[in-house]
């Protein structure tokens, strides 16, 4: 079965930085498209970043330039830099890993404090 095991979150204050993590098993990670999600409250989810298993990257708009999605196939990990945060990043953060259908991971919290 597949498991998606995000960490990482927290919080922090404007400006400031985190680094998220999560964790795949039950999948042959090489071969999936990787990413992050956020949710806030009141919002539908939204894309944040996706890696292809080629290591190409996309970002949602609110993403590019501050935001970094990276993947360590040996470590079955995908991981998001998260840099010059803002209040408006406070959501809910999901990993997510695609090949033939979508699983997600139980999220984990990031605020960011004004």
């Known amino acids: 079965q597949v498991q998606l095991v995000e960490s990482g979150g927290g919080l922090v204050q404007a400006g400031g930085s985190l680094r998220l993590s999560c964790a795949a098993s039950g999948i042959t990670f090489s071969m999936y498209r990787m990413g992050w999600y956020r949710q806030a409250p009141g919002k539908q989810r939204e894309l944040v970043a996706v890696?292809?298993?080629?290591?190409?990257?996309n970002y949602g708009d609110s993403a590019k330039g501050r935001f970094t999605i990276s993947r360590d196939n040996a470590k079955n990990t995908v991981y998001l830099q998260m840099n010059s945060l803002k209040p408006e990043d406070t959501a809910v953060y999901y990993c997510?890993?695609?090949?033939?259908?979508?699983?997600w991971g139980q999220g984990t919290q990031v605020t960011v404090s004004s």
């Open positions: 890696i292809t298993s080629s290591s190409s990257t």
């Open positions: 997510n890993a695609y090949r033939w259908r979508n699983d």
